[in-house]
Structures are given as C-alpha cells and as structure tokens.
C-alpha cells in the first residue's frame, strides 16, 4: 500500500521548484567552503536528514489528503447524500469500540 500512495503522490503531486532546490544547494555550498572536513560532513547529515524527514512528511500529507477525499467519495456514493448526525454517531460507535464497550459487533 505504501509503493502504491508513492507512485499516486508522483503522479499527482505538484512537482519540486528546480530553481528553488538550486538556490538552497547554492547556498549548501558556500556554507561547505566556509567548514573543515568533519563540518561538512556533518552539514551533509543534516540536509540529507532534512530532506528525508521532508520527503516523509509529503508522503503522509498525501495520504491523509488521499483518506479524506476516499471517504468523502465514499460517503457520498453509499446514496448519493451525508448525514452528519449519521457520521458523529459512526465516530462515538468507533470509539466506543476501541475503548471496548461491549455493545461492538
């Protein structure tokens, strides 16, 4: 499920800012020129930390924006309207559940 939220975000999702990713290497850059060996090193852990953590949080963005239109369309092509009330009542029967009320079923 995951390689396949993956493939639907590079399918859909707006695509990087090149110029953008550039200026920041740029800058990436010049703050190398001004470190010894060890800082680099570090400075290079950091963006490529950084930019996974990015990456991560675009993905699960996605996904939760991918749940919610799913059940938008779910709810709406179960009979072609929504009830509120019928949704509050799902949720509080959801809960109730988790918290192991004995009514479940």
Known sequence: MYDYMRVLE??????????RR???ETKRQEV??????QGRKKLLRLV???TMV????ALTSFIAGFR????????????????YER??????????????ADECG
């Open 10 to 19: 590079d399918r859909f999702a707006p695509k990087p800012n090149h110029k």
């Open 22 to 24: 550039q200026e920041l």
């Open 32 to 37: 190398a020129t001004l470190l010894d060996k």
């Open 48 to 50: 490529d930390a950084h």
């Open 54 to 57: 990015q990456e991560e949080m």
């Open 68 to 83: 919610l239109a799913w059940g938008i369309a779910m709810d709406l092509g179960a009979n072609g309207s929504y009830s």
């Open 87 to 100: 949704g509050q009542e799902e949720i509080d029967h959801r809960r109730n559940c988790e918290e192991g």
